[in-house]
């Protein structure tokens, strides 16, 4: 009977990690059933719970791997005292320690490797917890130096091939001061500035909706938002494609491989169909909800499972919000190229940058004497994606200490996200391909840091904004000059420019134009082109009304509370704009054109709208209204506005009153 009560014990570290998987598994499912928070909301109300209990399903095989791994161990620690033929119970407990040793040296690795997917057990508890916390904090380590513009000592693969490959670097919600310099941040994406030494870099590059959905399908299509048709976060299913003159799909069809790789802001190149052939992305923005409810209570398994090979049969690692890593977005990309037979078109998206700002561990600056919730992250120890981010940018605006942490937290994301893009070049040069590749580096949008008592967020609003603004440089040795260019252009123009560099036969019509002429023989561009912007939905309308000082009579625009979103039905759910809401929020958009310097805002309201005009030379963030100083320019610009809107065929801008 001992002996096979000692043989019973034998299992007893691989129990402890059952044990320990339903346990956390019970955590996340009782949050969910008992949460208050929007995200949780979402889940109860679209019976998501059973997709999160199958989300986490796939974590037990890793606890039972580590408990296997742990008995292992205690049966190697008792081989010196091995004196019965009748072995389990010494083993079993041995194995056990191990497990918890095991348990314990990953969660403090994964405290200081990933600060802000720990915050919320350690830090926010305080006390002793916190002081661990504090206590494992890595030292910021040196800004990288900026490269060399020598090329690599690797020879590179002969003259340039008239079919080149395409490397698209996207960053999320980079703002073009942070990787020009500024005052405050002149050193934050040093690589970056390196390579625009061997780089055309345009100076005032625009995007016609400053959100990622909008902004993506603009950038691969070529087209205004009004045009292609996605003009929220949440498109409906007919918005979402296939797009048959997506540039992903033009170029497979003459022989390119097309790749989209990317961490949690990435799902808009899987969510709509550009036509990718290999897709390394999350799979939905439903999906990083219940992901994001699933690693809540998992955060060892970003920690223990690393790499492109466990990523790929771990989906759910992709949606880690606040445990991303931009240098394992940089790896994935380099292996998704080197798997690919020439020539590739590859967009790489990394979202650090991106709300709640998760610099990776060593990459911001030391936060000093701040000690407040969000240390890490904004809403680091909470679940992201929050309609709650509102407030927390109240707070932050009532706070200078808030204020100057969050623009802390936003230069380390990029300085991670920069270092990243360092070694994701070097690889390129290091395989041969520099003179191969055209590579383009990009924001899809610009980001507010509560900049002239504006907004903390983008795609929200018209003055006070310039998250529209955004960061585009052009690198391909031998067939671009370095230089600056400073003509306005938008995103818009990179279908036609990158299907008159690759060859391309014609497709169909664009909103741009192509830049290759100016890159490749310094043709001028036009300096007076208008570019018609407009907002997104917004995450707290109320509040965004109120910071504006927005006219009486303006358009009443659907909040969170009044049932915004909706789930779409199908294999893959989608989070929708409800259908209800669908034309008020089309019809309540704020929009703005830019023709020079001047720029002319449009309110929609009753009984018509309100224009504003401003001049962005002498105030950039559009605090002023020139409108009754300057009244045959604000005439002038109406007139360009409404033609503008007649060319998109816009349906949701009222026609000019006439007189």
Known sequence: MTARRDRSLLWLPVAAALAVWVAATAFVLRHVLRGDDWVMAQVRENRLVDDLARETLPFLPVYLAVGALALAGGWVLMLPFRRRPRRGAREGIAGSCVFFLIL??????????????????????????????????????????APSSVPSAQAS????????????????????????GSGDAPEVAARIQG??????????????????YGSMTSVLTGLHPVRHGVRTLYPERAARGPLAGALPRRLARAGYATIAVG????????????????????????????????????????????????????????????????????????????????PFFEVVFFGNPHQPYVPPAG???????????????VTAGDLVEQVRIGTTGGVARESAAEAANVRRL??????????????????????????????????????NLLDANGPLAHGEGVERDRSNEVPLLVRWPGRIAPRRIEEPVSLVDLVPTLAEATGLPAGAPTDGISLWPALAS??????????????????????????????????????????????????????????????????????RL??????????????????????????????????GAEPARLEEMKRAFYAEVRRLGDPYVPPAATR
Not at 158 to 179: E, T, W, Y
Not at 594 to 610: A, K, Q, V
């Open 104 to 145: 314990a040296g990953s969660t403090l690795y994964g405290v200081r490797e990933h600060p802000a997917s720990f915050a919320g057990l350690f830090y926010g508890r305080g006390g002793a917890l916190r002081r661990l916390q504090l206590a494992l904090e890595r030292t910021p380590s040196a800004v990288a130096p």
């Open 157 to 180: 693969r002969g003259a340039a091939s008239p079919r080149p490959n395409v490397l698209m670097i996207v960053v999320d919600s980079l703002r073009p001061d942070r990787v020009r």
């Open 195 to 212: 390579l625009e030494a061997g780089s055309a870099v345009f100076s005032r590059a625009t995007t016609p909706l400053a959100r990622t």
């Open 263 to 342: 961490g949690y802001c990435a799902t808009v190149l899987r969510e709509i169909d550009f036509g990718f052939a290999v897709q390394r992305t999350p799979r939905s923005e439903l999906g990083l909800i219940v992901s994001a409810a699933a690693l809540r209570a998992h955060p060892l398994i970003p920690v223990w499972l690393r790499g492109s090979r466990l990523r790929d049969q771990f989906p759910i690692l992709r949606d880690a919000v606040e445990g991303e890593d931009p240098r394992e977005v940089a790896a994935d990309a380099v292996a998704s190229w080197r798997a690919a037979a020439p």
């Open 363 to 377: 990459a911001a600056a030391s936060p000093g004497a701040y000690r407040g919730p969000n240390r890490y992250s």
């Open 410 to 447: 936003y230069d380390g994301a990029v300085r991670g996200v920069d270092r990243a893009i360092g070694e994701l070049i070097d690889a390129l040069d290091r395989d041969g391909l520099r003179d191969d590749t055209i590579v383009l580096i990009l924001a899809d949008h610009g980001e």
């Open 522 to 591: 310094r043709a001028p561009l036009p300096d007076s082109r208008p570019f018609l912007m407009e907002t997104c939905i917004w995450f707290d309308a109320a509040h965004h009304v109120a910071l504006s000082g927005e006219p009486a009579g303006r358009l009443a625009y659907p909040d969170f509370t009044d049932g915004l979103l909706a789930v779409e039905p199908g294999e893959v759910p989608h989070i929708v704009v409800a259908p209800r809401w669908r034309e008020a929020v089309y019809r309540a958009k704020e929009r």
């Open 594 to 627: 830019d023709i020079g310097s001047w720029s002319l805002t449009y309110f929609p309201g009753e009984p018509g709208p309100l224009f504003r005009l401003h001049d962005r030379a002498s105030d950039p963030w559009l605090t002023r209204d020139l409108g």
